[in-house]
């Protein structure tokens, strides 16, 4: 269990089922769940144990311990935890069932169907209803070095769609740099302008091709709009690979965030791969573009593009 990429942001096990064992298990068992929650979430959103430190001001040995299930954090620290990661404190501990009417609503969508739950997202999200044709649009999503700009650019000119790179929305709507978000507001200021951003764009009509950025699978309610906005396609790669690609790109002095040089780097970055995963997975359609060359690539995105929105592409 502890070694599996767990789907983050849900709670292990059914709600309210009694866990098996003695109480000291059952309490050891809660500790290190949540250690497991906080690793996988602090994975998800690309963050170091250093970083992380740095944000919450918790050791990095505190944190250290608290991942792997050993000692049993305080509230406050914890809650210190997620303010720094930009989670809901009750999302790392199990659902705090707060409003009145949770309980019914929650065994109500436990026995929904894929069409109701379809329905009551809508309604809570204020989303106009689906017209049966779905938007002519397409969003890429990855880790770093996936070839979201690059595959993007070339897409939208295939098809003749404008081309929208989501970093630099955010850029111009805030008049910051990426880099100065994060040091400024936080992994919790740049996700809620990521989601702002995401949500301005899909007011606007007409087709679309998106670049998204590697950590928008971080935060729950913006990758469930981009996935019922949006045909999203997964670039998949080998870690080693986002890593040369990087490395490759600032040789080339493309500006981007620097990737160490080191085996540490590699490590993280599959880690964060490894985490991302099932996220990135609810993607409509993954494309591998390990060994392969851009043009490969973009022929064959292209023609996955083509064969979904079929009839409806201009010719
Ligand atoms: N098969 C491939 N598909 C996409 N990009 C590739 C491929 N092989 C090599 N690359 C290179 O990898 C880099 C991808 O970078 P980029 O498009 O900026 O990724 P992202 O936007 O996902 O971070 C580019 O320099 C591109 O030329
Ligand atoms: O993977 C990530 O956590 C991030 C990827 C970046 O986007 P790119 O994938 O465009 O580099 C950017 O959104 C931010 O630095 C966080
Ligand atoms: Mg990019």
């Known amino acids: 269990m502890r070694s599996s990429p767990a789907p983050s942001f849900a709670p292990s096990g059914p709600a309210g089922a009694p866990a098996p064992g003695t109480a000291e298990d059952q ?15 602090r994975a998800v959103r690309a963050m170091s144990r250093k970083m992380l430190s740095q944000t919450s001001g918790l050791s990095e040995r505190y944190i250290a311990q608290l991942e792997g299930g ?5 509230i406050i620290l914890l809650r210190r935890v997620a303010t720094a990661m930009g989670v809901r404190l009750e999302d790392l501990i199990a659902a705090v069932e707060s409003p009145p009417d949770w309980p019914v609503l929650r065994d109500l969508l436990r026995d929904a169907s894929p069409a109701q739950v379809a329905e009551a997202k809508r309604v809570l999200t204020g989303g106009a209803a689906p017209d049966g044709t779905g938007p002519q649009r397409v969003a890429l999503i990855g880790l770093r070095g996936a070839g979201k700009s690059t595959l993007g650019r070339i897409l939208a000119e295939r098809l003749d769609w404008p081309f929208v790179e989501l970093n630099r929305e955010i850029e111009s709507e805030n008049g910051l740099q990426v880099s100065e978000i994060f040091a400024i507001y936080g992994q919790e200021g740049f996700r809620r302008m990521e989601q702002g951003a995401l949500r301005r764009l899909v007011e606007q009509p007409g087709p679309m091709v998106l670049a998204t950025g590697g950590g928008i699978v971080a ?8 996935l019922s906005s949006f045909f999203t396609v997964w ?3 080998r870690p080693e690979e986002h890593m ?3 490395r490759e790109q600032t040789a080339r002095g493309v500006a981007r965030p620097r990737l160490p040089d080191n085996d540490d780097a590699l490590r993280q970055l599959g880690a964060v791969l490894l985490s991302r995963e099932p996220l ?9 573009t390990a060994d392969q060359t851009v043009a490969e690539t973009a022929a064959r ?5 083509e064969r979904h929105f079929g009839s409806t592409l201009p010719r």
């Open 27 to 41: 309490e050891a068992r809660f500790l290190s769940d949540l250690g497991q929650r906080v690793r996988t979430m």
């Open 70 to 74: 050993q000692g049993n954090v305080s």
């Open 219 to 226: 935060e729950p309610l913006t990758l469930d709009l981009l």
């Open 235 to 237: 670039l998949k790669a």
């Open 244 to 246: 040369r690609r990087v």
């Open 280 to 288: 990135y997975g609810r993607a409509r359609a993954v494309l591998d």
């Open 301 to 305: 995105l292209t023609g996955l593009v």
